[in-house]
């Protein structure tokens, strides 16, 4: 398979709005002109849960409609989840036409991005069957949620660095409540996202085969 082309847009702390439209931006182009090449956006989000479009709200340990903190329902799959500071969160808008049309073979290999990077700590992701994510000595220290249209991707991946996973107890994390979340600073002391940045970024361009060329900054035009 040649290389793609990928716009790398390597930010810091977004809100989940900004975010959001951004990737619905993106997402119009590509079904516009699908010769548009890909982009990675990465990023942090100040605290806020999102739904996803037929999660339940039985996995919410409050009410929607009075919480002190965002909550979001979006496009993609999955159930309730939780994104603060410390979490690494990855959205790739990918024209799978390119790569393969098979939503299973795309959350693969996102999960396989994410074992890559904590190979590099000399970590062991696993998969756990029948689920979506990466676990670490029984802990999902990585969740995966997907919108496919007309195969190009939105959403995507967020991995635990460094977060205060307080917030986490205020749900039941993608409706498993058997599983505790975890994080990779439960495994490295003083680990940062800006030290796993770089690591996220050489990992999906080997898993994807593709070439970036950077933006310093968002420009949806």
């Given at each position: ?6 716009l790398?847009?390597?930010q ?15 997402l119009?182009q ?6 548009l090449?890909?982009?990675l956006?990465?990023?942090?989000h ?12 039985d996995?919410?340990k409050?009410?929607?409609t ?15 989840t ?14 799978l036409r ?8 795309y959350?693969r ?9 904590l ?34 991707t939105?959403h995507?991946?967020?991995?635990n660095?460094?977060?205060d996973?307080s917030g986490?107890?205020r ?15 439960q ?7 800006d ?5 996220v ?16 900054r968002?420009?949806?035009?």
């Amino acid at each position: 398979m040649a290389q793609r082309q990928c716009l790398l847009y390597n930010q810091g702390l977004i809100p989940y709005t900004v975010a959001w439209e951004q990737q619905r931006s993106l997402l119009s182009q590509r079904i516009n002109d699908p010769t548009l090449d890909d982009v990675l956006l990465l990023m942090e989000h100040p605290p806020v849960y999102t739904l996803g479009q037929g999660a339940s709200l039985d996995f919410l340990k409050f009410n929607p409609t009075e919480a002190d903190l965002e909550v979001h329902r979006i496009e993609r799959g999955g159930e309730v989840t939780y994104h603060c500071p410390g979490q690494l969160v990855g959205y790739p808008i990918l024209n799978l036409r390119y790569y393969q049309q098979d939503l299973h073979w795309y959350l693969r290999q996102l999960e396989a991005v994410l074992i890559e990077v904590l190979a590099v700590y000399g970590l062991k992701g696993d998969r756990e069957t029948g689920m979506t994510g990466v676990w670490l000595e029984g802990r999902k220290v990585a969740a995966i949620g997907i919108k496919v249209s007309r195969w190009i991707t939105m959403h995507g991946f967020a991995l635990n660095v460094d977060p205060d996973l307080s917030g986490f107890k205020r749900i039941v994390p993608c409706g498993i409540a058997d599983k505790p979340v975890g994080s990779l600073a439960q495994f490295i002391p003083n680990i940062t996202v800006d030290q796993v940045r770089p690591i996220v970024i050489a990992k999906f361009a080997e898993v994807f085969q593709v070439r970036y060329h950077n933006s310093d900054r968002f420009n949806p035009v």
